[in-house]
């Protein structure tokens, strides 16, 4: 085996020719490196891309926690209280998401980046303030789709190279698209 082969290549060589045999070589290599944790050889490569991808997706949960929430106190009075309800139970979901990734993160030998002062910029949504609650339905669900979109790209790049990262995104993104769908129905009332 040649010692510059890495176990990405290695895994992709075993799937193109066909053969369903483990790289023994990453296996020894999983045996060292004891304070690397849950992280080994295969993720090498690949390691700091997604936790740049999975810091991203942290700022957007938590830009739509603070809409959500604003949303929520200063719809409460104007004609629908339960689309305001409806916003503070969708806040508390993006917290849960926002806890996933960061404990992901961490997992993987990187660092959650909860700074506020950069939040804004890394964040895929933006954060706004409208009056009236059919443009505070507008923008959630605009956020939302950013969201679906934005988990959706990154299950699609994550593919075979972190499989606990996708299938923890496969369920965020399910509960995205539930977001969206209820938002979306408050639009058409
Ligand atoms: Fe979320
Ligand atoms: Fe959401």
């Known amino acids: 085996m040649n010692d510059k082969t890495t176990p990405a ?4 060589k075993a799937v193109r020719s066909g053969q369903l045999e483990l ?11 004891l304070a690397e ?7 090498g490569p690949w390691r700091d891309s997604i936790v740049k991808l999975l810091n991203d997706a942290l ?10 929430k604003r949303h929520h106190f200063t719809a409460h009075g104007m004609s629908s209280p339960a689309i305001a309800e409806e916003f503070l139970v969708h806040a508390n979901e993006e917290i849960g998401h926002g806890d996933l ?3 992901r ?5 990187g660092s959650p980046d909860f700074s506020p002062d950069t939040l804004t910029r890394r964040s895929h949504a933006a954060y706004d303030e409208p009056s009236d609650l059919k443009a505070m339905v ?3 669900l605009q956020a939302e789709r950013v969201a679906v979109e934005t988990y959706r790209q990154m299950i699609v790049l994550i593919a075979d190279k972190d499989p606990t990262t ?3 995104l496969e369920g965020i993104l399910k509960d995205e698209e539930q977001h969206a769908d209820e938002l979306a129905d408050w639009l058409e009332d």
């Not at 290549?9 to 992709?12: A, E, F, P, V, Y």
């Not at 790289?23 to 290599?29: F, G, K, P, R, V």
């Not at 944790?37 to 993720?43: D, N, R, W």
């Open 9 to 12: 290549d290695r895994t992709s």
């Open 23 to 33: 790289d023994m070589t990453s296996i020894e290599a999983a045996k060292k490196h």
């Open 37 to 43: 944790g849950a992280v080994t050889p295969s993720y």
């Open 59 to 68: 700022a957007t949960e938590l830009v739509c926690v603070l809409r959500y």
């Open 101 to 103: 990734l960061a404990r």
């Open 105 to 109: 993160i961490v997992q993987l030998g």
């Open 138 to 140: 507008r923008s959630n």
């Open 166 to 168: 996708r299938s923890l």
